[in-house]
């Protein structure tokens, strides 16, 4: 059927190279579907800190004006 002999080396060949580009594809598709960029991660974490930072500021307030405050619910 095919009287080459080249046949069987590309072949060869050409399995593992096809299986490497599509295991990183599906990888590179895993990360882009499933998680956040490191900008997005960092502006999240910033953003965070600066919440946890301006809740402390109030509770330093209230703990000033309204002593007791955080034992009447």
Same mark, same amino acid.
């Given at each position: 059927?095919?009287?080459?002999?080249?046949?069987?080396?590309?072949?060869?060949?050409?399995?593992?190279?096809?299986?490497?580009?599509?295991?990183?594809?599906?990888?590179?598709?895993?990360?882009?579907?499933?998680?956040?960029?490191?900008? $997005?991660?960092? *502006?999240?974490?910033?953003? &965070? %800190?600066?919440?946890?930072? +301006?809740? $402390?500021?109030? *509770?330093?307030?209230?703990? &000033? %004006?309204?002593?007791?405050? +955080?034992?009447?619910?």
């Amino acid at each position: 059927m095919f009287n080459s002999p080249f046949i069987v080396p590309v072949v060869a060949l050409m399995i593992p190279i096809v299986s490497i580009v599509m295991k990183h594809l599906t990888k590179w598709r895993e990360l882009r579907a499933g998680g956040l960029s490191e900008g $997005a991660a960092g *502006e999240l974490t910033s953003r &965070a %800190e600066r919440l946890e930072d +301006r809740v $402390a500021q109030l *509770e330093r307030i209230l703990d &000033a %004006e309204a002593p007791g405050w +955080r034992l009447k619910h």
